[in-house]
């Protein structure tokens, strides 16, 4: 079952730009991914934020998790043509930590140089 | 350092032909893997995870099974495929659930 919901679906921006992607999810959580997939390979993780943080950084990354709200973004500042991508978030489908990742729909994001 | 080997890359299948498709780990012990499946443009259903030798869960019915025969071994089988199988199979492995995954990378499949 999808837990988490990427918006917006795709999103088109000029090189140097800050790119701003949102994920929602259902359920809680103790903790919230978001990945990477350059077309036609395998994901790659990029940052892991816990339920009790409220932001995370990791070089040009920002990520920031709402509880309350469900919700999760992540900011890629001073964008660059190699950040095109699709990028996802992914949760445990409830709390327990006892249950495997699924992944929403991803954000496929463009960068113009 | 841990690696993760899927093969093949690409691979054409006809209908009801069998399937096999191989994924092994190095570097680490007892890893939890994964089979996604992802059609294109959208994002990874989950199909067969596994947390140990011969403990493989099932999160949707189909046409397709997993096995592990070796803690670092994951396959995925079929004996008749179909041609709503064909899609983009990606493996992965994590050290305990809900940490960061390792993904191989992919295996293109197209039934015709």
């Known amino acids: 079952s999808q837990q988490g919901e990427e918006d917006p679906q795709a999103l088109s921006i000029q090189e140097g730009e800050n790119a701003t992607m949102n994920c929602s999810y259902k359920?809680?959580?103790?903790?919230l991914q978001w990945y990477r997939q350059n077309s036609g390979r395998g994901l790659v993780h990029l940052i892991l934020?816990?339920?009790?943080?409220r932001e995370k950084h990791s070089g040009r990354l920002r990520v920031t998790l709402d509880t309350s709200k469900k919700s999760s973004s992540l900011l890629i500042t001073a964008s660059r043509a190699a950040d095109t991508a699709s990028y996802f978030c992914a949760t445990p489908s409830d709390k327990s930590g006892n249950t495997p990742l699924v992944f929403g729909k991803g954000t496929r994001l463009s960068v113009i140089a | 350092s841990q690696t993760i080997h899927q093969w093949p890359a690409t691979l054409v299948q006809p209908v009801g032909s069998p399937l096999s498709l191989e994924c092994t780990v190095e570097g680490t012990s007892n890893p939890n893997l994964y089979w996604y499946r992802q059609a294109a443009g959208r994002g990874l259903q989950l199909l067969f995870y596994?947390?140990?030798?011969?403990?493989i869960s099932s999160e949707v019915p189909q046409n397709l099974s997993a096995s592990r025969p070796q803690d670092r071994q994951f396959i995925l089988s079929s004996k008749k495929l179909l041609l709503s199988d064909s899609g983009f199979y990606l493996c992965a492995w994590e050290r305990t659930l809900n940490t960061e995954a390792f993904f191989g990378q992919g295996t293109r499949l197209t039934v015709v």
């Open positions: 359920t809680s959580i103790n903790n």
């Open positions: 934020i816990r339920s009790n943080e």
């Open positions: 596994s947390v140990g030798i011969g403990q």
